[in-house]
């Protein structure tokens, strides 16, 4: 479990109060300020109140947590912080709040006066529901449902994206080549902004005198730029430092830019990067990668939960991915960064309380209290009735036709179907991409649309180049059309490696030959 008592800022709690704890941010020059939320909802804060950033209503310091009555209930989605600092929330309504330091507008009020407690951004986003917000030192940028961005505050290397360098008082609209584009990821380094888009490109825009923006000049950018040198790399994610960027790709690949005199690149040197250069992990696919504006940071978390850092590292200057012990790149910003503040909101389970969900998960494959079980390839599942009958229309049919103890499967796999079962109980699956498509299989003959979704989704987040192939097979196969566009379109992004795998070879000839006239269609053969 994460544990937010890693961060000094929180060693006067007491555990019953730390127990507590379900969402919590760090931040501050000394990392000296924090923010909380309680598994009741309700919102808390302590620190030096800097700027009045603590949302208390003055510039108090306070050593015991105080509430923040206006946050209660709220439900915080998304958290980000300047260096003045300030704060900028999203809730689940869509709504964003913002408080502390105001001196270039980044409060988005229209005014420069530091703002002592949480007040609604309405200015142009009125009628949008935000889902994401991300701060540079004195600027706010914020995406919504749409994909759309709006900017605001401080703007003198262009970071607002408004193609001037006049400080932005209230959330303007990027547009410009974003106009048509759906953004689906943003982050801000400390004077520039970063956007991914759905189709995995990337833009950036503002100071670029450290090459941050990964264009191949040191040119500030008043308005989106797409790196050019990206071109045919699906970024899924980005994540900005003081002065470099990261950003992870859709086959979990990290490419980093910008600057460098502390190894933050991880490209074994310490010579700055004006376009994006592939970090040579030698590891296994990575699935996240962390940075913060605040620090020359850098960590990352592979798909088996290693997590590696590089960078600023309590002062030394790491300049090669380093595997550490942690299980969440949290902990490397706690114990190595400078300052040791949060890189984004963290999320903290709870050790004593289980909630109606979480009993559910421990009782799964349980015999102490279960009245059934599956016998699938001679191995035993225990489960519970009733509950399949709420969660499942072919066991409600089933079990109201048969009273057996044991049923046995044989149509599907022990793994397959003991994944089935687990997601009735947890919502969840937790299977590689190439089992999921035994699931999504039983999910085609149970017609149960969620799992058939969520094994979509599964395989989505594992495909390769090697093993796409056989997942577009399968999307075809089992009339999974959304999974199948997505497959053809990775394959026809990564066509010169597929066409070399095995699995291309062993194709079968009619879906090679519609696969060959799709992409011929698509423009993939063209010069």
């Known amino acids: 479990m994460l544990e937010v008592g890693k961060w000094p800022v929180f060693a006067l709690l007491p555990p019953e109060e730390l127990r507590l704890i379900r969402q919590a941010c760090v931040f501050g020059s000394a990392a000296n300020e924090a923010i909380y939320v309680t598994v009741n909802d309700e919102v808390f804060a302590l620190g030096t109140n800097c ?22 209930g709220k439900k915080i989605v998304s958290l980000s912080y300047g260096t003045g600092p300030h704060v900028v929330i999203a809730t689940a309504d869509g709504e964003v709040y913002a408080w502390g330091h105001n001196g270039y507008s980044q ?6 006066n530091h703002g002592l407690t949480p007040a609604l951004v309405s200015t142009n986003l009125i009628s949008k529901r935000v889902t994401e917000v991300a701060c540079g030192s004195h600027h706010t940028i914020a995406l919504t449902t749409e994909g759309e961005v709006y900017a605001w505050g401080y703007n003198n290397s262009g970071q607002v994206g408004s193609g001037s360098t006049a400080n932005q ?47 191949g000049n040191n040119g500030n950018q008043q308005t989106p730029c797409r790196i050019a040198a990206l071109q045919g790399i699906n970024v899924v994610q980005v994540a900005c430092g003081y002065a470099h960027t990261l950003a992870l790709t859709d086959e979990g690949f990290v490419y980093s830019w910008g600057a460098n005199s502390y190894g933050q690149l991880g490209t074994g040197n310490k010579s700055n990067q004006a376009v994006p250069t592939l970090i040579n992990m030698d590891k ?69 309380y289980l909630t109606v969900a979480q009993s559910l998960k421990r009782e799964f494959d349980s015999p102490e209290i279960s009245d059934l079980k599956f016998l699938v390839d001679g191995k035993c599942i225990h489960v ?144």
Not at 478 to 501: I, M, P, S
């Open 51 to 72: 700027s009045g950033c603590l949302g208390l209503g003055d510039t108090q310091s306070t050593i015991e947590p105080r509430r923040i009555d206006i946050l209660c």
């Open 107 to 112: 409060l988005g009020n229209g005014t420069t």
């Open 169 to 215: 008082p209230t959330p303007r609209r990027v547009s410009s080549c974003l106009q048509n584009k759906v953004v689906v990821n943003i982050a801000c380094g400390q004077l520039c902004s970063m956007a991914v888009m759905d189709n995995g490109e990337t833009y950036g825009w503002g100071y670029n005198c450290n090459g941050q923006l990964g264009l």
């Open 284 to 352: 296994e696919r990575l699935v996240e990668v962390a940075a913060c504006h605040t620090s020359h940071t850098s960590a990352a978390k592979t798909q088996s939960g290693q997590v590696l850092m590089w960078g600023q590292c309590r002062g030394q200057a790491v300049a090669y991915p380093h595997l550490t012990h942690f299980t969440s790149t949290d902990d490397v910003f706690a114990c190595f960064a400078t300052p040791a503040v949060t890189w984004h909101l963290l999320s903290v389970d709870g050790d004593d």
């Open 384 to 527: 519970h009735k009733a509950l399949l009958k709420i969660r499942c229309e072919h066991f409600r049919a089933l079990l109201n036709e048969t009273d057996e103890e044991t049923i046995e499967i044989h149509q599907f796999s022990y793994l397959v179907y003991r994944a089935f079962l687990e997601y009735l109980y947890t919502d969840t699956i937790n299977l590689p991409p190439e089992d999921a498509i035994g699931l999504l299989d039983l999910a085609t003959y149970y017609r149960e649309s969620r799992l058939k979704r969520l094994c979509q989704e599964t395989i989505k987040r594992g495909i390769s180049e090697e093993n796409a192939i056989t997942l577009l097979s399968a999307a075809v196969k089992y009339e999974a059309r959304d999974l199948e566009e997505f497959c053809f379109k990775f394959c026809v992004n990564h066509l010169t490696a597929v066409t070399q795998t095995q699995a291309f070879a062993d194709m079968d000839h009619d879906l090679l030959k519609n696969f060959i006239s799709k992409a011929s269609r698509y423009g993939a053969f063209k010069n």
